[in-house]
């Protein structure tokens, strides 16, 4: 069965840095996302991606964060300049096309664990 | 907004005890219920949603709308049942984001 594909697994990277976290959604897909979970909290949604536009983000993701679909595999989210409260595990998703009724399942990727020292 | 609250961070049973995780929602309009599972050093996957009324792994959830509700369910626990469940809301079907509640870990020994 097909997976979602992150990397790294585990990033640590310096306050004020710029990470890059990748990831694979399945092939077909057409609807991508972004979650975190900072340790002992939930998971967050932070932003969603359709035809090569963001469709909608939350609160969390400012401009130090922005996403990219560049070679129409890969769909990567930056942070610029990362703060320490940026560390938590970053969860890719992606989902199928809605058409029918059974609605769309999204399907998670491993996650990345950020720690930003 | 939309919220969902899982009262329990953990509940402990017995293999072969009935298995019930809290999920209450608030959101205003219909919303679509997932649980999702991730069992230890494994991604999240669904487990099941409230529009399929399907049962999986035993597992069954039903929406009550009076109540807020959508409590997880299975009347004889294994010990693979064993992980994170967490419930979820999106606002009606479609292409809308996940709210998760806090999740609820599942500890079920010999």
């Known amino acids: 069965e097909p997976e979602v594909t992150q990397t790294p697994s585990h990033q640590v990277t310096q306050m004020g840095q710029e990470v890059i976290l990748r990831c694979v959604p399945i092939?077909?897909?057409?609807?991508f996302y972004w979650y975190r979970q900072i340790l002992g909290q939930k998971v967050e949604f932070l932003v969603s991606f359709y035809n090569n536009e963001i469709s909608e983000k939350s609160e969390i993701f400012d401009d130090q964060f922005s996403v990219e679909r560049p070679d129409g595999s890969n769909f990567t989210l930056k942070i610029r300049s990362t703060k320490l409260e940026d560390s938590a595990m970053y969860f890719c998703?992606?989902?199928?096309?809605?058409?029918?009724?059974?609605?769309?399942?999204?399907?998670f990727g491993p996650g990345t664990r950020l720690t930003v020292l | 907004a939309q919220r969902v609250t899982q009262p329990e961070k953990l509940l402990s049973v017995f293999k072969g005890a009935p298995v019930e995780l809290k999920c209450n929602y608030s959101y205003s309009g219909s919303p679509e219920l997932f649980w999702y599972v991730q069992y230890s050093r494994q991604r999240l996957q669904l487990l099941l949603r409230?529009?399929s009324r399907e049962s999986i792994k035993g597992f069954t959830a039903d929406l009550n709308k009076g109540e807020t509700s959508f409590h997880l369910k299975k009347p004889f626990a294994q010990e693979e049942d064993s992980a994170m469940y967490y419930c979820?809301?999106?606002?009606?079907?479609?292409?809308?984001?996940?709210?998760f509640g806090t999740g609820t870990r599942l500890l079920v020994s010999p």
């Open positions: 092939s077909n897909h057409l609807y």
């Open positions: 409230h529009i």
């Open positions: 998703a992606s989902s199928e096309s809605l058409a029918g009724t059974s609605g769309r399942t999204e399907h």
């Open positions: 979820a809301l999106s606002r009606g079907t479609g292409f809308q984001k996940l709210v």
